[in-house]
């Protein structure tokens, strides 16, 4: 096969051509995950060969949620067209969700909604309006999860069925045989595979079993490493294709992604994110 993915792996080559979305990333700092600035991401990207990363920031998982949507807003203006935004809302300050999420997608680049596993469960109803609005919007959700536990995600997904719902860390704490379950049963819900140690086998297990359209890729700088994150999926022991679905195929169709959008790099020719011997076509 000519240029399997593995090999720009194998000899540190960027990934030119090859459109790469990262469905999870963040601005701002988090404790052990200090240093790595916007600039300091667009250059990792560049790189690696990441045309855009979705990104949230930390800053808002507190109860900051405003100042640190502000910052995603700052990131998106900074560098049109290689971050799109997720607005941060929190369950512990409900009766300001729906206000927030209405400033933040006012602004340019906001296409996701991001939330945490804090004040309550996904499938409280606290949560509704957002899943409402997520799917009055097209807006896809990431939600963070942990160790195999999905916090209500996968019920708010049933009773929201126009809506997609990603599992963030799918996988993380070794655990997946949960998601794998949740995915099959929920076709709206959809696995990131954003995490940072996992069993031999655990990423050719999980494409084994769920629909390629339901598994996307996310690196969670700058708390984890680019390279690395995006090292396990092109090493995988899986087919190409299954590895550029991963990368971008599912996330662009999930946000909507124009690559249009995005700028000339070095006088390439930016990659539209299409199968086999068409990510070179010209734009
Ligand atoms: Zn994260």
Known sequence: MKNPLSDYAREGRRLAGIPVFDV????????GCEGQTPDDMIVEMDRIGIDVAAVSSTLAIGSEFAAGNDQVADAIRRYPGRFIGYCHVSAMYPELMLPELKRCFARRGFKGVKVYVVGAKYNDPRFDPVWTFARERRAPVLAHTWGGDLNGLDKAAERFPGVAFMAAHTGSGFAYESYIEAALR????????????????????????????????????????????????????????????????????????????????????????TGEGQERQRL
């Open 186 to 273: 929920v076709k709206n819900l959809v696995l990131d595979l954003t995490y940072s140690r996992e069993h031999t086998q655990m990423i050719e297990t999980i494409v084994e079993k769920v629909p390629l359209d339901q598994i996307v890729w996310g690196s969670d700088a700058p708390c984890f490493s680019m390279s690395h994150q995006i090292g396990k999926i092109l090493m995988a022991r899986i087919p190409d294709e299954a590895k550029r679905s991963i990368i971008c195929r599912t996330a662009a169709r999930l946000f909507g992604w124009k690559p249009m959008a995005l700028k000339r790099r070095n006088g390439e020719t930016v990659s539209r994110c």
């Open 24 to 31: 999870h990333a963040h601005v701002g700092q988090w404790p």
